[in-house]
């Protein structure tokens, strides 16, 4: 017994369930016990792979499974930094980030050659490659700007940006090297690798997003599939970029790209993604690259110590000297400076290929590659140091975020959500939480109201079962949601009552059902609703998946800006359109565009918008001609008695039920001064009587166009 359990524990651990239980132990532990001494946990795994790896106590060594997770962590960083890239940001700061693709890419390499070649005595090809690799970088500090929510950062923008850049040029510049060693280099050369790097963007960009829109259209139900979906689509690009001639890091980034505008950053796919990376797959990567390292190299003569800091020297103030040159010519601030800095400083993932592959082709010697792992993990704890710091500064100045989303104050922001068909509460759902505010702390008040009869009791057992099922749904995208089941005379009395308690400013209903006529007279639940509650209302019908949607059309009648809660549903549709990358396209009139305009710059935002003129608001038909069947159609109409209301906005719910049957669609009524309800001590009434009687009665003799 005890000799098993002896053979067991011997270094190097075969058993590989002892193996992956203290791979784990350490991704534990690791952070929690660096975190007193203020120390990123990026490099206590890092030094955790050093101290249990082959060149330290031999406890794991770099065996197949580990290579594999590893590959995985090292694709995931890639594939993730492309995923939650702002796509629109991206386009705003395209020429930023070309900029700081060729600083980060020159600068290392105009100091890397001259000291390698005229220095440390390296031949031209060496010289070459040893200099490219100084150019290269690795998201490895990522996960820091993730877990401050600065990920949207201009700065973390235009950095990711010239990575993509930079690691592709340094690997192009691998196969050339690789190909001159080999004698390779002719027409031939040149033709393959361009027609293959031309098949493989073309199949990325123009077949994966049409498939996979198709897949989470067609297959909208099982959540599961969507992730082994979005994880073959990664596989898949980064072996297609490794048949290209390129490394399958490029490919994972591709993904990354390919898939941007198809998975909401809020969305549960989301989570389920980043939850699944940041907890196994990435900390492994970490894990393998401090395996890598043998510090026992620097005692095997002068020369390996000269090159390991002279290498490590030269990575790091030509990393520092780009991202100097990049704040000098955007004017950023300190802080912006060293998350550049932070964020491009570490070598890992493309300085191994480099390097290995220059090794194995014998292009460079034994003590190159020993500088290499020391300068890895001396890049990697500065890298995280400072990526650590800068983020702090960036938080603490309030620069977090900069697309402007958030500008408006929204801590105390109260949404609720009453259920009312549980058919469609899953789209609304995730329309909430793709508006939340991230700085409310408040979670999403989910309520349901149960009618005071003999049936209550029954009633209020199954509203709360439903309840449950919601809260179920929610959990996947890790949304915070409040249930609250309560027993009123009707159901637009409840809302109301719970809007008063609440203190709500935004409530989001389903779309209004068929009523007979005896409903209509005495009024129509929406209506009901409408005319209790103050708070901002949106009435929503998904009748298509978000991934389907190719633009946002907002209808905004004259005078809306003049509304109190003008600048609310403009910040959630900017929102909304961030999160889902689509742009926006505002129908209004020439005074209502100037308003939003000078809205827009307020708010910072970088999703692409047009304006569309429309005067004629008294026929609201006409508004047919700006629609579009991939769109979300918003309508912004508003309560009786305000300023912005016309005659022609009453009973638009069901003008549009009728003419936009199959389209996404929202109906959105701006917030008002408290209590200024025209049926606030009414328990029936919720409109004019005889007003809605003579509407009714007209509509009998009326025709429908």
Request: proline share 4%.
């Amino acid at each position: 017994m005890l000799e098993h359990i002896q053979k067991a524990f011997e270094a190097p651990i075969t058993n590989p369930v002892l193996a992956f239980a203290l791979v784990l132990f350490i991704i534990l532990l690791s952070p929690i016990l660096l975190r007193p001494i203020k120390v990123p946990g990026i490099i206590g795994l890092i030094i955790s792979g050093v101290i249990i790896g082959p060149h330290g106590l031999n406890w794991l060594e770099q065996n197949a499974a580990v290579r594999l997770f590893s590959t995985i962590g090292l694709l995931y960083i890639m594939f993730i930094a492309g995923i939650e890239l702002d796509m629109n940001e991206f386009r705003k700061t395209k020429n930023k980030s070309l900029l700081f693709g060729f600083f980060t890419f020159i600068i290392p390499i105009c100091i890397g050659f001259p000291v390698c070649h005229y220095i440390l005595g390296y031949d031209l090809l060496p010289s070459i490659l040893i200099a490219s690799m100084f150019a290269t970088h690795t998201l490895v500090s990522y996960p820091i700007v993730t877990s401050y929510g600065i990920s949207k950062n201009e700065a973390v923008a235009i950095t990711i940006g010239g990575t993509i850049l930079t690691d592709t040029a340094v690997l192009i510049i691998l196969a050339v090297i690789t190909g001159a060693s080999q004698g390779n280099i002719n027409s031939q050369f040149w033709l393959t690798l361009a027609l293959s790097f031309a098949v493989f963007l073309f199949i990325m960009f123009g077949i994966i997003p049409r498939i996979a829109k198709w897949f989470f259209q067609k297959i909208e139900s099982e959540k599961t599939a969507h992730y082994i979906f979005v994880l073959t689509v990664v596989f898949f690009a980064a072996f297609m970029a490794e048949m290209a001639g390129l490394e399958p890091i490029i490919g994972a980034f591709v993904a990354g790209l390919a898939l941007n505008k198809l998975i909401p950053h809020s969305s549960a796919l989301m989570n389920r993604i980043e939850f699944i990376g940041n907890a196994i797959f990435i900390p492994f990567f970490l894990i393998s690259v401090g395996m890598i390292v043998d510090v026992s190299v620097l005692f095997k003569g002068p020369m390996a110590i000269i090159i390991a800091v002279t290498l490590t020297i030269v990575a790091i103030s030509g990393k520092f000297l780009a991202a100097w040159a990049t704040q000098l010519s955007f004017k950023y601030s300190k802080s912006q400076r060293n998350l550049i800095f932070g964020l491009s400083n570490s070598h890992a993932a493309a300085t191994l290929a480099v390097i290995m592959v220059g090794y194995s082709n014998g292009i460079i010697d034994e003590n190159v590659l020993n500088g290499t792992i020391i300068l890895i993990l001396m890049t990697c704890i500065v890298a995280s140091v400072v990526t650590e710091n800068a983020s702090k500064k960036i938080v603490l100045a309030g620069e977090q975020d900069h697309t402007g989303v958030e500008e408006i104050q929204e801590k105390d922001e109260q949404i609720i959500i009453p259920i009312a068909n549980m058919d469609t509460m899953e789209p609304i759902l995730d329309f909430a939480t793709l508006i939340k505010s991230k700085k409310s702390p408040f979670p999403l008040n989910i309520l349901s109201v149960v009618p005071d009869n003999d049936q209550a009791e029954r009633n209020l057992a199954n509203a709360r079962k439903n309840l449950d099922n919601t809260a179920k749904y929610a959990s996947g995208s890790e949304t915070d949601v409040e249930l609250i089941s309560t027993i009123d005379h009707n159901i637009a009395g409840g809302i109301s009552r719970t809007e008063r308690e609440l203190a709500a400013n935004c409530l989001i209903l389903g779309w209004p059902s068929a009523t007979s006529f005896i409903d209509k007279i005495v009024g129509e639940k929406a209506e009901s609703i409408l005319n209790r509650t103050d708070a901002n209302l949106f009435m929503c019908r998904f009748n298509k998946p978000f991934v389907t949607q190719k633009s946002v059309i907002i209808f905004v009648p004259p005078l809306a800006e003049s509304e109190l809660g003008f600048d609310f549903w403009m910040e959630k549709m900017i929102l909304l359109a961030t999160e889902l990358s689509l742009p926006i396209q505002y129908v209004c009139n020439q005074r209502t565009e100037k308003a939003i305009v000078a809205n827009l710059e307020s708010l910072k935002t970088s999703v692409p918008v047009t304006f569309s003129n429309y005067e004629n608001w008294d026929n609201i038909n006409g508004l047919t001609s700006f629609s579009d069947d991939n769109a979300i159609l918003v309508f912004v109409s508003a309560r009786e008695s305000e300023v912005s209301y016309r005659d022609s906005l009453d009973g638009l719910a069901k003008r549009i039920g009728r003419y936009y049957k199959n389209q996404n669609v929202i109906l959105l009524f701006p917030s008002r001064i408290k209590n200024q309800h025209i049926d606030e001590y009414e328990d029936v009434q919720t409109a004019p009587i005889f007003r809605k009687i003579s509407k009714e009665i007209g509509n009998m003799f009326t025709k429908e166009k």
